[in-house]
Nanobody, 128 residues
Framework: QVQLVESGGGSVQAGGSLRLSCAAS?????????MAWFRQAPGKERERVAT???????DYADSLEGRFTISQDNARNALYLQMNSLKPEDTATYYC?????????????????????WGQGTQVTVSS
C-alpha cells in the first residue's frame, strides 16, 4: 500500500517562495510511478498543478506561467514542488497524488479521479 505524506506548506507574502515535499512509501517499482501535485482552494474544485512521470518528464497547468517546478528523487521516492513568485490566488491546500502507469498515460493524467493514492494535504497561504 502506497502512502504519501506532504510537508513544507506555510504562510508567505506575495512574491515569495515555498518548496513542498512529498514522501512516498510502499513503492515497488518507481519506473511506473506517476506523481502529481493538485491544489484545492476554499469553495473550488481540486485542480492539477503539475505531473511527473517515471522517466522524469513533467507537465504543468497552463495557468502557472512557469512559476512552479516539479521534480522527483526516485532513489528516495520523493516528490517536490518549488513554487516561486507566489500570488494570493495560489492559496490552497496542496495534495500529492500517485498512480502506477507508464510515461505516456501519466502525461495525460489531469483529473483527480485518475490517481489512486493521496496525501493528507499541506496548506499554503499567500498574503498580499
Amino acid at each position: 500500500q502506497v502512502q504519501l505524506v506532504e510537508s513544507g506548506g506555510g504562510s508567505v507574502q506575495a512574491g515569495g517562495s515555498l518548496r513542498l515535499s512529498c514522501a512516498a512509501s510502499g513503492v515497488t517499482d518507481s519506473r511506473y510511478l506517476c506523481m502529481a501535485w493538485f491544489r484545492q482552494a476554499p469553495g473550488k474544485e481540486r485542480e492539477r498543478v503539475a505531473t511527473v512521470a517515471g522517466d522524469g518528464s513533467s507537465d504543468y497547468a497552463d495557468s502557472l506561467e512557469g512559476r512552479f517546478t516539479i521534480s522527483q528523487d526516485n532513489a528516495r521516492n520523493a516528490l517536490y514542488l518549488q513554487m516561486n513568485s507566489l500570488k494570493p490566488e495560489d492559496t490552497a491546500t496542496y495534495y500529492c497524488a500517485a498512480a502506477f502507469v507508464g510515461v505516456v498515460l501519466c502525461r495525460a493524467r489531469n483529473e483527480m479521479t485518475q490517481y489512486h493514492y493521496w496525501g493528507q494535504g499541506t496548506q499554503v497561504t499567500v498574503s498580499s
